[in-house]
């Protein structure tokens, strides 16, 4: 009798007591909402953040940039960036790392209007190109040109920001633009309903590792345990949103009704897929990044991008695969790409 009036208050009290809250996390993007961020959005929809104890704030970003400095000062406690751009900022003293490598092909690229015939890097020469000083194609824009050859003079540049590089487009001030295959080309077609041919960094090999999730290293240290339940709803929000990218899509229209257009945001995300993974990394989990793709990433920044050299030094200091959820395939990958 006795035990059962005990296990009837503990019962009672169980029901009483408030559950336990969910953590707050705010993730900021690197720009404004594109296809390329649907997984963030399906992942909240489908309350995979929320099964880990999350409540996940998203943010629209203004640039890698900007989003690295302010994870590094704790202002949001995840970004999502171009990871180069946050290894820049590392070696400079700022406290960040990628704890989830998720673009391991670069999505950067030279586009234009597909009837301007614009297919290779000789198609370049005597055209205007419009890019954006300072932002993550503009300082990997040399490289490319030593890659393939091209010169400065092969070519007339405008600047500007990142809305007046798509006018100039769009009305024929310029010829081309440095963009993201799965961005401003997407942006590009809405606004005209024209198609558009990237020239893909990766192809004349640029083949660096692009976006990713990056974290304040002492937050990394002080909460391990909300960075692995991040990153394990975050892997499962990508692996969902691989299976269906229409839902996907939708999902940033859900949440955000000026998104874009569901046609263009799908088609966006399923440009991105792709880039999830290498021929090395083609099985595994996101964010499965190589030790042997970071350490080429990091030999071409010092190599053309104007990285410190002592950055090859150690290159783990700016990635870890030690939060993520478990792959048994990933360690015998790992060890062959080396």
Same mark, same amino acid.
């Given at each position: 009798? =006795? ?8 019962? &009672? ?6 559950? #336990? ?68 900022? %590392? ?5 960040? /790392? ?14 234009? &209007? ?5 297919? =290779? ?17 503009? #300082? ?9 050859? @091209? ?14 590089? @798509?006018?100039? !487009? ?10 993201? !295959?799965?961005? #401003? ?11 558009? /041919?990237?020239?893909? &960094? ?31 709803? /975050? ?10 990218? =229409? ?59 104007? @990285? ?14 030690? &939060?993520?959820?478990?792959?048994? %395939? ?9």
């Amino acid at each position: 009798m =006795k035990k059962t009036i005990v296990a009837a208050l503990c019962a &009672f009290a169980a029901s009483t007591l408030p559950a #336990q809250a969910a953590d707050k996390v705010t993730l900021m993007l690197n720009w404004y909402v594109y296809g390329e961020h649907a997984p963030f959005y399906y992942g909240k929809d489908k309350g995979l953040y929320e099964a880990e104890g999350i409540d996940l704030e998203i943010q629209e970003g203004r640039g890698s940039a900007v989003t690295t400095q302010l994870v590094a000062a704790k202002g949001v406690t995840f970004g999502y960036v171009d990871v180069p751009t946050m290894i820049k900022a %590392a070696m400079k003293g700022a406290p960040v /790392t990628s704890p989830g490598v998720l673009l391991q092909t670069s999505p950067m690229s030279a586009m234009g &209007f597909t009837e301007k015939n614009i297919r =290779k890097p000789e198609d370049i020469k005597n055209r205007i190109v419009a890019m954006t000083p300072g932002d993550s194609m503009s #300082q990997i824009w040399p490289l490319f040109l030593k890659k393939t050859g @091209l010169k400065e003079r092969d070519f007339e540049v405008v600047s500007g920001d990142a809305q007046t590089k @798509l006018n100039a !487009v769009i009305n024929g001030q310029a010829d081309l633009l440095l963009g993201y !295959v799965m961005d #401003q080309s997407m942006k590009i077609k809405d606004a005209t309903g024209k198609s558009v /041919t990237p020239i893909r &960094f990766a192809d004349y090999g640029v083949n660096m590792v692009s976006s990713g999730i990056i974290a304040n290293t002492d937050m990394m240290k002080s909460n391990p345990d909300l960075v692995r339940r991040f990153m394990a709803a /975050t892997t499962k929000a990508v692996e969902e949103a691989e299976k269906a990218p =229409k839902d996907a899509a939708a999902s940033i229209l859900k949440a955000n009704p000026k998104g874009g257009k569901p046609d263009t945001l799908q088609e966006g995300f399923e440009l991105t897929i792709p880039l999830y993974r290498t021929k090395e990394t083609e099985k595994l989990r996101p964010f499965q990044v190589t030790d042997a793709n970071m350490k080429e990433t990091v030999d071409l920044l010092v190599e053309y991008g104007g @990285l410190d050299a002592a950055a090859k030094e150690n290159p783990k200091r700016f990635y870890t695969r030690e &939060f993520l959820p478990p792959d048994p %395939a990933a360690a015998a990958v790992n060890a062959a790409a080396k």
